[in-house]
């Protein structure tokens, strides 16, 4: 069973990303923030990370650079809000960092299962 880090620090983005991943048989670890996420990290039963950018403790951007530290095939698709920036910016520098997919708040749930989906699978066929 594949595995998925969620990493958000909205409890209800959290959850609720957490229960349709858990619906498609996914396993899913999560955490609030970065420093959380590094902590807990599991290289050998995550196989992709969902992280937002903009969190207290630890950015999801230093997050991606160490996930890739960490893990140099894993798979990361970053999200945000963008706080009083918008999303852009963010997620262009996450996407430069190594991010594989990149979403901006709010999304299509459909959108995001589907690049999971084939995120995972690309990663199965390696």
């Known amino acids: ?7 958000e620090d909205d409890d209800d983005l ?8 858990s619906r498609i048989d996914i396993e899913v670890q999560e955490a609030a923030n970065g ?3 590094l902590k807990h990290f599991k290289p050998n ?9 903009i969190m207290p403790e630890e950015d999801g951007l230093k997050v991606i650079m160490k996930m890739r530290e960490l893990k ?14 918008g999303p ?6 996450a996407k430069t960092l190594g991010a594989d997919g ?7 749930l459909s959108d995001l299962i589907s690049m999971v989906s084939s995120l995972l699978r ?3 066929n390696e």
């Open 35 to 37: 420093r959380e996420a």
């Open 122 to 124: 690309l990663e199965q």
């Open 45 to 53: 039963s995550t196989d992709l990370v969902i992280t937002d950018i």
């Open 102 to 108: 990149i979403f901006s708040k709010p999304f299509s």
């Open 14 to 21: 959290r959850e609720m990303l957490k229960t349709a991943f």
């Open 72 to 85: 140099p095939g894993i798979k990361i698709i970053a999200i945000s809000g963008g706080g009083k920036a």
């Open 88 to 93: 852009g910016g963010y997620l262009q520098v």
């Open 1 to 7: 069973m594949p595995g998925v880090l969620i990493i």
